[in-house]
């Protein structure tokens, strides 16, 4: 019985970032309706930044924040001089945009931070007190701060005039511009804050993972998985498919088909809800005229 508690707050504690990185990719797709494909990469390079800062000396939580604040600006950046001048094209170019920042950011963190595997810091050390029988301090501490993310991001939508603004172009764009919402930026704070979650994603799984250009290649499929899951189009729905995304991983993992075959999870799950459920467990079905 313990040793399922264990894979089961394990799994809560995977499932928090899994759904952090879904929310990254939902916020991402209502806005454009095309999937970032190189959000992990994106989130790999912001952990290598807060790894660079730590080893010039910046205290853990001081380097977290200037690397929340660099990957909001490095995000921001990126759609209003990279994506904006494709923002009406065909799919094909937006995708293949994706993929080449997927592969930008990959080769540029080999070449500037090399390929060697290197170990980051947790800031929840065994000795902090928030680890028990069933789970480790860093894997109650990751689920905190990302619960603490995801608090301040419905607070965020839910309550300031940015957040409104943004929910509205990303719903109705035409009907936001006819009220003076200034669509494009909207869409630019929106990568922003996609950057920035996956920055903090990022930064609360390399110490489970260790640090490397591909670290997040995995953790990407399982936040696919969770938005797909959850529905492509449901913010909250994206955050509960990556807890149960999360959970899934681990049982069966440990359960069922070995931690070696752990991914298979993710890519049936993908395989699987584009087949019966294509709009998700929590996705809304729309119906358009042709």
Known sequence: MDALLHQIFSGLANGCIYGSVALALVMIYQATHHLNFAQGEMATFSTFI??????KGFPYWAAFVLTVGISFVGGLAIQRIILRPVEKAPVLTNVIVFIGLLVIFNSVAGWVFEHTVKAFPSPFPQSSGLGSAYFSAHEMGSFLVMLAVLAVLYAFFRFTPVGLAMRAAAQNPDSAR???IRVSWMLAVGWGLAAAIGAVAGMMVAPSVFLDPNMMAGILLYGFAAALLGGIDNPLGAVAGGFIVGVLENLLGAYVIGTELKLTVALVLIVGTLTLRPNGLFGK??????
């Open 50 to 55: 807060a790894w660079a800062l730590i080893q």
């Open 178 to 180: 006819l009220v003076g």
């Open 285 to 290: 079905q729309v119906v358009t005229r042709v």
